[in-house]
T-cell receptor
């Protein structure tokens, strides 16, 4: 049973437009959420995180929104750039210590020039 | 900063042999490291949490006698797949717990090791 779900395996977006990656979770104990970016043959790179006490966190072009009642979070990238093309993983944990991360399957983002 | 390396990046071995994978935090000390496994088109699955100087904590369903973890120093953890079989073929990724720029604890991942057991 997958506790963190990324239902879109892939997403294509035009350069300059907004990319929206979605993630749903089922475990109500999760209170810390992270997004990682992964290029082929490399390990995931931490992008941005959000604690359940917030509903939004912003870092440059990246914004994560959290809807606790819907158990849903999303990552917005604006404007999208070709270098953003990668696989994005959503992860969740209980507590902000980044321990025991549960990952989604990832969404492959392609930004078209 | 916060670079984690893995060695080897890929390995092919015969069934029944043992394979050791190293995970190093290059520019920071990590008391805690994690080992993950990823099958094609699947998510990263946590195998075990490795703490320096103590025994690793394995996730349910992961055989500790098959996947030996040693975290002997603050910069090195090793995963040994003993008596490897074809079903052990996978992508193994380690991570090390470090502090991000804003002071929060974050897992920094290595580039992964692709294991193919023939």
């Amino acid at each position: 049973d997958q506790q963190v779900k990324q239902n879109s395996p892939s997403l294509s977006v035009q350069e300059g437009r907004i990319s929206i990656l979605n993630c749903d979770y089922t475990n109500s104990m999760f209170d810390y959420f992270l997004w990682y970016k992964k290029y082929p043959a490399e390990g995931p790179t931490f992008l941005i995180s959000i604690s359940s006490i917030k509903d939004k966190n912003e870092d440059g072009r990246f914004t994560v929104f959290l809807n606790k009642s819907a158990k849903h979070l999303s990552l917005h990238i604006v404007p999208s750039q070709p270098g953003d093309s990668a696989v994005y993983f959503c992860a969740a944990s209980v507590g902000a210590g980044s321990y025991q991360l549960t990952f989604g399957k990832g969404t492959k983002l392609s930004v078209i020039p | 900063g916060a670079v984690v390396s893995q060695h080897p990046s890929w390995v092919i071995c015969k069934s029944g042999t043992s394979v050791k994978i190293e995970c190093r935090s290059l520019d920071f000390q990590a008391t805690t490291m994690f080992w993950y496994r990823q099958f094609p088109k699947q998510s990263l699955m946590l195998m075990a949490t490795s703490n320096e100087g103590s025994k690793a904590t394995y996730e349910q369903g992961v055989e500790k006698d098959k996947f030996l973890i040693n975290h002997a120093s603050l910069t090195l953890s090793t995963l040994t797949v003993t008596s490897a079989h074809p079903e052990d073929s996978s992508f193994y990724i380690c991570s090390a717990l470090g502090l991000a720029e804003r002071g929060q604890e974050t897992q920094y991942f290595g580039p992964g090791t692709r294991l193919l057991v023939l």
